[in-house]
């Protein structure tokens, strides 16, 4: 299937406010209530639409430092990169894992308190974690920019 102007409308508004109601959801993309549901369902059907979340401030919560890690791992065998991956998806302090193309094997987005925090979820986690090779974390200073939103 492919998206027509009305389904991006659709897509760009749910992006922005997830619980918006069919009814104010068809008023921003100039569609009938029922038509716009029926869209909203065939786009959740066909998966452009995975889910619905709520996005929680990481200061409120308590774990307001954001480390990226890269991890090199010892080796590239499927069953070292199968540990790894099985491992750190674990790791409740781990939001994003990536497989990378070059010079580190995986990027890791860490979510902690503060830089004590990190060195416990190092210590308990990302030391132990199998296959390991070399590890560098940075610390991010400052969020310039952040979206869950995707280009439609």
Not at 5 to 14: E, H, P, Q, V
Not at 19 to 26: G, I, T, V
């Amino acid at each position: 299937m492919s998206l027509d102007a009305i389904d991006k409308r659709i897509l760009k508004a749910l992006q922005r406010k997830g619980r918006m109601a069919n009814a104010e959801l068809s008023e921003v993309v100039n569609l009938s209530p029922s038509a716009c549901h029926r869209r909203v369902q065939r786009l959740e059907k066909d998966g452009y639409i995975r889910d619905y979340v709520a996005l929680l401030d990481a200061r409120k919560m308590g774990v307001p430092t954001t480390v990226f890690v890269e991890i090199t791992l010892q080796g590239q065998a499927d069953e070292v990169l199968e540990a790894f991956e099985k491992a750190v998806r674990r790791i409740p302090d781990v939001l994003e894992c990536h497989l990378m193309a070059g010079t580190a094997d995986y990027l890791l987005k860490v979510v902690a308190e503060n830089t004590e925090d990190f060195a416990r979820i190092h210590r308990q986690y990302l030391a132990r974690l199998p296959g390991v090779g070399q590890m560098q974390s940075s610390f991010a200073l400052r969020t310039v920019f952040k979206t869950t939103a995707l280009p439609v």
